[in-house]
């Protein structure tokens, strides 16, 4: 049984009654969200007696985190990857994505399914690895790519990307379009080359029915990607954009259907002025369904500090309805992340999910706790409130001791003023 077809029979267990309880969101409450597929649980039935820590993505709770972790075929280390992902769920991301594509891909995907978190992977990388390495992605067969997507299942994948919605009407979009950068999506551009070159339709779109049998068989979430996001702001609501989430809108009807969780991937890179219009025409055309954003990255000019732009574009995101926040890294565009730029990846799309929260009512204490510690001086429990600890530390010890700091020192205005925090 689905967790999607227990919570439409008002079935919960007591991993589903503490998720609750921690979203400040009665159980009841929480199994209509997800009966109705506006909420979405990432669980394989196959971790469900492993030391699994359940997030719920979508209406009416927290915003969430991922962090994508991964090798590459210049970075195949799989400790350096799992380092990674663990300094991500230090620094609070809810989930981790293995986008591995170098190495062994199934040692590592197994020994990041050993953490505490939801794992997502995007099977289309390693059945186009594997058909690379025999000579070219083109030669990947149907049967290929659904017995990789089986094998992530079984293996106890919580959540995966699949490309469903690029198909052979929506490249003819991409095609009359006056696109600057194409397809930006890894997974989009693996498909969109096979189907080219065989003359097909996308296997993920033709055989949806049967991916769809996979997905139920372990309860694994659908998350339904972009393959035509937009890589540049200049590419950013085009027909392409538009025709790939009308065909996203129209499979996530089938998902629920079939009594398979699902959610759906954005952009990309969105200029300021048209994120709240993006998300609402998501949330409406897929009617609620939890949306999980690749920032969005606001400009195109920062490479090197685009966990900056990606964490404005997200916090604005995340305020219009967005469910789920991608994490971007300073390396984005540049390189493969190292160990701090993915903790300064996580903590800006962090900051970024908060301030919506923030803005929405929620977590309201946390910050009114800290400004009373703030105004009384009390370091400690600033440092224990905030979001990198570690960082808000480092700043302190490398100034002058003292109950004020050298900011201003004597003249300290909480300080002068007599307020105390009480």
Not at 62 to 85: D, H, I, Q, Y
Not at 219 to 240: H, I, K, N, Y
Not at 351 to 370: M, N, Q, S, V
Request: hydrophobic share 40%; aromatic share 4%.
């Amino acid at each position: 049984m689905t967790l999607i077809k227990d919570a439409r029979r008002g079935i919960a267990d007591r991993e589903l009654a503490r998720l609750a309880l921690a979203e400040g969101v009665s159980v009841e409450s929480l199994l209509r969200r997800i009966a109705s597929g506006r909420v979405v649980v990432p669980r394989n039935l196959r971790r469900q007696d492993a030391e699994l820590r359940l997030v719920g993505i979508g209406e009416g709770l927290r915003v969430k985190v991922n962090a994508n972790v991964g090798t590459s075929p210049a970075c195949t280390s799989v400790e350096e990857e799992l380092e990674k992902a663990r300094v991500a769920l230090k620094y609070g991301a809810d989930t981790l994505m293995d986008l591995s594509t170098g190495g062994e891909l199934r040692e590592i995907r197994r020994k990041m399914l050993e953490l505490p978190a939801p794992l997502g992977t995007v099977p289309v990388y390693e059945a186009g690895v594997r058909a690379e390495n025999r000579g070219s992605i083109v030669d990947m067969s149907e049967d290929e790519l659904f017995s990789v997507i089986e094998e992530h299942a079984k293996d106890g994948v919580d959540f995966m990307t699949i490309h469903a919605g690029l198909t052979l009407e929506t490249l003819e979009a991409l095609e009359r379009s006056s696109r600057i950068t194409g397809i930006v999506s890894r997974g989009g551009s693996f498909l969109a080359l096979w189907m080219k070159h065989n003359s097909s339709e996308n296997p993920l779109y033709s055989e949806f029915d049967y991916l769809l049998e996979i997905a139920r068989e372990h309860d694994v979430t659908l998350s339904l990607g972009d393959a035509l996001r937009p890589g540049c702001v200049a590419d950013a609501g085009d027909e392409a954009q538009m025709a790939e989430l009308l065909t996203l809108a129209r499979l996530v009807k089938r998902c629920r259907e079939a009594g398979v969780q699902c959610m759906v991937e954005g952009p990309g890179h969105v200029p300021m002025n048209q994120i709240e219009a993006q998300v609402r025409l998501q949330k409406r055309l897929c009617d609620g369904a939890p949306f999980y954003v690749l920032g969005p990255l606001v400009t195109d000019i920062a490479p090197g500090y685009d966990h900056i732009t990606g964490a404005i574009g997200g916090a604005i995101a995340a305020l219009a309805g967005a469910d789920f926040l991608c994490y971007v890294t300073p390396a984005e565009h540049l390189s493969l992340p190292a160990r701090e730029d993915v903790r300064l990846g996580v903590v800006a799309a962090r900051i970024a999910a908060h301030a919506a929260d923030l803005a929405r009512g929620r977590g309201t204490e946390l910050d009114e706790e800290l400004s009373r510690a703030r105004v009384a001086l009390d370091w400690e429990r600033q440092f224990e409130l905030c979001i990198d600890p570690e960082r808000a530390r480092e700043y302190r010890r490398s100034l002058r001791k003292g109950e004020t700091c050298s900011m201003c020192g004597s003249f300290c205005a909480m300080k002068l003023s007599g307020a105390r925090g009480e």
